[in-house]
């Protein structure tokens, strides 16, 4: 059974820095896997923040390109997004995902498994 668990976020001011990680287990994590993190905000409709291929290549939301980085380390079965200068308008629970349908997809409907979330709250 695949389990994704997030963890890294809180509260911080706006200007600060978090890192979120991606737990994954329950199947056979490798750098070729399609992973994606996504955020929500209360009222809003999830939307995918970064994605990143099997080869390595990477795809960002355009309100977060410069200040997010997405990134993956399979010797520890583990994803993540390091997020830097962080505005007010970043907060949500932001959540990663596995197996798209389409690897690279910011669509959230097109991802088979979810992690529980992890709350990012920006103060100005």
């Known amino acids: 059974q695949v389990q994704l668990v997030e963890s890294g976020g809180g509260s911080v001011q706006a200007g600060g820095s978090l890192r979120l990680s991606c737990a994954a287990s329950g199947y056979t994590y490798s750098s070729s896997n399609c992973m994606g993190w996504f955020r929500q905000a209360p009222g809003k409709e999830r939307e995918g923040v970064a994605t990143?291929?099997?080869?390595?290549?990477?795809m960002y939301l355009d309100s977060v390109k410069g200040r997010f980085t997405i990134s993956q380390d399979s010797a520890k079965n583990t994803l993540y997004l390091q997020m830097n200068s962080l505005k007010p308008e970043d907060t949500a629970m932001y959540y990663c995902?596995?197996?798209?349908?389409?690897?690279?997809?910011?669509?959230?409907?097109?991802?088979?498994?979810w992690g529980q979330g992890t709350q990012v709250t920006v103060s100005s």
């Open positions: 995902a596995a197996y798209p349908v389409v690897c690279g997809s910011r669509k959230a409907s097109e991802y088979n498994y």
């Open positions: 990143i291929d099997s080869d390595g290549s990477t």
